[in-house]
């Protein structure tokens, strides 16, 4: 069955930077995008970008630009999100999801806590 | 970037009732709409994906509908298991943006 998991939770201080990994099974890895979506705690989902696992081509939400990269191990079936210069306003469970155009985002991570704090 | 406004917020309900909640789109997003279904401390679930179509697995109580900019996702009887937050998501165009979510609550 498709199943994405996630790194575990992760503390940093303010300034730093995190790196959250995603490993697929189930199905083909180059096969589907892979979106990173984030919730802060009582808050709503907020979409980060997106990454199409065979180019390696990536989109980014304006707000994350220059401080968020995805990248990915093929060989691994692994999807990586990195986010710098973090703040406190960036605690929140990132969460990885497959994606196509025709369902969006269909099977998703258990999600990684992230927590900012000096 | 579009805006995802959805109404409730919060929804009181009881089982076996028939539930309604809408989302509107700051402009048109044709049928791109997502629905998910979210519980206290896990990911969320794909609903609905194309405004109207069930993800495999879904129950059959649960319906989307709406183009355009006006869209709604409906419990025709509400179960135990359905009580949770609902969110849409418009995949039109990036970036993605979701509603706000509504809680549905048992009354």
């Known amino acids: 069955q498709v199943q994405l998991v996630q790194s575990g939770a992760e503390v940093k201080k303010p300034g730093a930077s995190v790196k959250v990994s995603c490993k697929a099974s189930g199905y083909m890895f180059t096969s589907y995008d892979i979106n990173w979506v984030r919730q802060a705690t009582g808050q709503g989902l907020e979409w980060m970008g997106r990454m199409n696992p065979d180019s390696g081509n990536t989109g980014y939400a304006q707000k994350f630009q220059g401080r968020v990269t995805m990248t990915r191990n093929t060989s691994k079936s692994t999807a990586y999100m990195e986010l710098s210069s973090l703040r406190s306003e960036d605690s929140a469970v990132y969460y990885c999801?497959?994606?196509?155009?025709?369902?969006?985002?269909?099977?998703w991570g258990q999600g990684t806590t992230v927590t900012v704090s000096s | 970037d579009i805006q995802m406004t959805q109404s409730p917020s919060t929804l009181s309900a009881s089982v076996g009732d028939r539930v309604t909640i809408t989302c509107r789109a700051s402009?048109?997003?044709?049928?791109?709409l997502a629905w998910y279904q979210q519980k206290p401390g896990k990911a969320p679930k794909l609903l609905i994906y194309?405004?109207?179509i069930l993800e495999s697995v879904v129950p059959s109580r649960f319906s989307g509908s709406g183009s355009g900019t006006e869209f709604t996702l409906t419990i025709s009887s509400l179960q135990p298991d359905d009580f949770a937050t609902y969110s849409c998501?418009?995949?039109?165009?990036?970036?993605?943006?979701f509603g706000q979510g509504t809680k549905l609550e048992i009354k």
């Open positions: 999801a497959r994606g196509t155009t025709l369902f969006s985002m269909d099977a």
């Open positions: 194309k405004a109207s």
């Open positions: 402009q048109s997003i044709s049928s791109w």
């Open positions: 998501q418009q995949y039109n165009s990036y970036p993605y943006t």
